[in-house]
């Protein structure tokens, strides 16, 4: 069981497509994360909100916009999005980011780009 | 840049074999992570190690933290199919600020057969 959720858990869209991820963390953590998992690559943090304050942006291209309403909540925007986005998308919280605590992951949103 | 290497990259082996995972960096963390992920799941937390040197065992997994903190490994006694899966280093390293961050090493997937 996980106490943070991700949808949908798979997603086909075409490269003109809007769409959006959806992350629900029910562990009344503070801070949240996107990250992109890739084939062969390392984990890429791409997006930290601590308070549902953006505290990083790792030099994600524009057409990912990530939104969050609330400590519980976290959106990851998709639009015009290119083939070499697909990847697993990956949300984390955590209890907030000063200290040294674990990070508690979703499952994903598998992102296959047509 | 930080960057964390693992190795090996892939691993097969028998039930009941025994293996080492490595996590290599040239950067000194303040404590490391490990986590396993499994096919369609996110990763999920194994163990902290903080202080340099510093062991811990987890069952049939023994975790340990270089000296200099910027290296450790992990090792597992008597493999079982149920091991099978990605895993995952993450270097913790203080901001000025006091925040923290997570540096994710480029992953060793094993597979134990029966």
Known sequence: ETGVTQTPRHLVMGMTNKKSLKCEQHLGHNAMY?????????????????FKEQTENNSVPSRFSPECPNSSHL????????????ALYLCASSQDLLGNQPQHFGDGTRLSIL | TQLLEQSPQFLSIQEGENLTVY??????????????QEPGEGPVLLVTVVTGGEVKKLKRLTFQFGDARKDSSLHITAA???DTGL??????????????????GTGTRLKVLA
């Open chain 1, 75 to 86: 959106f990851l925007h998709l639009h015009t999005l290119q083939p070499e986005d697909s």
């Open chain 1, 34 to 50: 996107w990250y992109k998992q890739s084939a062969k690559k390392p984990l890429e943090l791409m997006f930290v909100y601590n």
């Open chain 2, 23 to 36: 996590c290599n960096s040239s950067s000194v963390f303040s404590s490391l992570q490990w986590y396993r």
């Open chain 2, 80 to 82: 079982q199919p149920g």
């Open chain 2, 87 to 104: 895993y995952l280093c993450a270097g913790v390293s203080i901001y000025t600020s006091g925040t923290y961050k997570y540096i994710f």
